[in-house]
């Protein structure tokens, strides 16, 4: 674990980050420790911090933190940026100097049905707070997904998670798309929700299924209707769903040639 460059398992009582949420994170697979799809978690990373008004990261510099902790290894890489420590109360000083957090863990071994046959997906009672001010960036306040993953043990892999109007978001850790009418569609995330780079990728890269990609929203009743779903992030890449709300559905042709893309390109992805 890497403080600031600095090995350190340790932060100021004070800092923002702790007491308030007050930062944006990135969890980035690393093959052969080499970040995938770098670009994407970049980008995203300079506009949590844009969007938070943190102080501009120098990515270089992240970018040898995660060299540093992942070694030549498979891994996960987690970057923090907090606002950090500073005196007591909401509003913050321009001054203070951010702290940047790096630390490695191991990557789950997930079951293999989990891609060749699907997951079992559930609904979360818990509702996604909406918010356009932070929609799609990745802070540090996860309180709703914390609440919403609580709901269940290990019988399901992955629950849906709504707005308050009863709109699909998300996953507690992922993005969701259906496919329908031989389109995918995946749900707007402009009132609340995390913009995936897997979610991103997979929307410019479409047209590998002869698929178009859109972003509308989508109803309890659309995943029920749909012909295939599946739910995906930058660690597990896709899990398709097997069974959701007592409706089985199949892991389509479509999404087996996503997968496969995927797959074969891989090693191409460090920098994309």
């Excluded at 599946?230 to 597990?236: K, L, P, R």
Aim: net charge negative; proline share 2%; glycine share 8%.
């Amino acid at each position: 674990m890497l403080v600031n460059g600095q090995s350190s398992e340790t932060i100021s009582v004070q800092d923002r980050g702790l007491l308030y949420g007050d930062g944006v994170f990135e969890t980035i697979l690393c093959e052969g420790g080499r970040p995938v799809l770098l670009a994407g978690h970049s980008q995203r990373l300079e506009n949590g911090c844009k969007r938070l008004n943190l102080p501009r990261q120098d990515l270089p510099t992240i970018l040898s933190d995660i060299r540093q902790v992942a070694g030549d290894d498979d891994c996960i890489v987690k970057v923090i940026i907090t606002r950090g420590a500073g005196a007591r109360g909401y509003k913050y000083s321009q001054n203070n100097n951010s702290t940047r957090i790096v630390y490695r863990d191991e990557i789950a071994n997930f079951p293999i049905e989990y891609y060749t046959q699907g997951i079992q997906l559930t609904q979360c009672e818990h509702k996604l707070a909406e918010n356009g001010a932070l929609s799609g960036i990745k802070h540090l306040n996860r309180l709703d997904q914390v609440l919403a993953r609580n709901e269940w043990d290990d019988e399901y892999q992955e629950g849906v998670m709504l707005d308050n109007r009863g709109n699909v978001v998300e996953g507690t850790m992922s993005n969701i798309f259906i496919e329908k009418n031989q389109q995918w569609i995946t749900p707007k995330l402009d009132h609340a929700g995390v913009a995936g780079v897997m979610r991103q990728w997979i929307m410019r890269n479409s047209y590998h299924a002869d698929m178009e990609c859109l972003e509308e929203s989508i109803s309890l009743s659309d995943l029920q209707t749909a012909d295939a779903l599946f739910v995906c992030n930058s660690v597990i890449g896709i899990w398709p769903v097997a069974s959701f709300a007592g409706k089985d559905y199949s892991v389509s042709d479509a999404t087996k040639i996503v997968m496969s893309h995927i797959h074969d390109n891989l090693s191409k992805f460090y920098l994309v």
